[in-house]
């Protein structure tokens, strides 16, 4: 006969799944995005989720670890469009890998709703509660870091004139991406947002 190990007393069979605990971050995602941090409940992130609230807590031992969770899976998901599009297309401009990059985002945003409504209130609720304080010093660089070796690149291809300095221009970048990502929440659909990312888009290419 067949005997099953033993669990430990109290602890759910699936809370070592990998697909549990993306479960249980997209759905904070979704309702940190549609209700903020202050009036989100775990219980209701569990909901969603469709798990007990005892086995988020496996995962997750306060909210606002479950919030920088789902901060840093935010955050990697949008530097990881902008990266997989200078990876697919090297040869094209620089300019052309972030239009290429914002096309991705767009495609990111209709494929996990709430994500962009919940990048977009992310730096005003770190600025209202103090316990969701954001150290992890990668992730904090992780854009500016990407923005400053698209413009260094464009630099060396000659895309980039001498006059004009990197360190300001990535900031530049940075608020531009980071406007139209606040905007995200002022629209009425995906629709829209994706016209403003092309709007931007043509911008840039001079079109």
């Known amino acids: 006969m067949k005997i099953s190990p033993k669990r430990r007393p109290g602890r759910p069979a699936d809370a070592n799944s990998a697909d549990t605990r993306s479960r249980i971050i997209e ?7 549609r209700s903020g941090f202050a009036e989100t409940t775990n219980q209701a992130i569990a909901r969603q989720a469709g798990v007990t609230s005892a086995l988020l807590y496996h995962y997750f031992d306060s909210k606002a670890a479950l919030y920088r969770a789902a901060l840093h899976d935010v955050n990697a998901a949008l530097i990881g469009a902008y990266r997989t599009a200078c990876l697919e297309a090297p040869e094209a401009s620089s300019m052309a ?3 290429l990059g914002l096309e991705k ?13 919940f990048a977009s209130a ?7 509660n103090r316990d969701l304080e954001w150290l992890d010093e990668r992730d904090a660089n992780a ?3 990407f923005f400053r070796e698209l413009l260094q690149r464009a630099r060396r291809r000659g895309e980039l004139a001498r006059g004009v300095d990197i360190e300001t221009a990535s900031k530049v970048l940075l608020a531009c991406v980071a406007g139209l990502g606040a905007l995200h929440g002022t629209l009425r659909s995906e629709r829209q947002f994706a016209m403003v990312l092309r709007t931007f888009e043509r911008m840039l290419k001079g079109d």
């Open 105 to 117: 985002v767009i495609e990111l945003s209709r494929r996990r709703p709430g994500l962009m409504r």
């Open 27 to 33: 759905a904070a995602v979704l309702c940190f995005g």
């Open 97 to 99: 890998q972030l239009s």
């Open 143 to 145: 854009f500016p870091d």
């Open 122 to 128: 992310s730096a005003a609720e770190i600025e209202r």
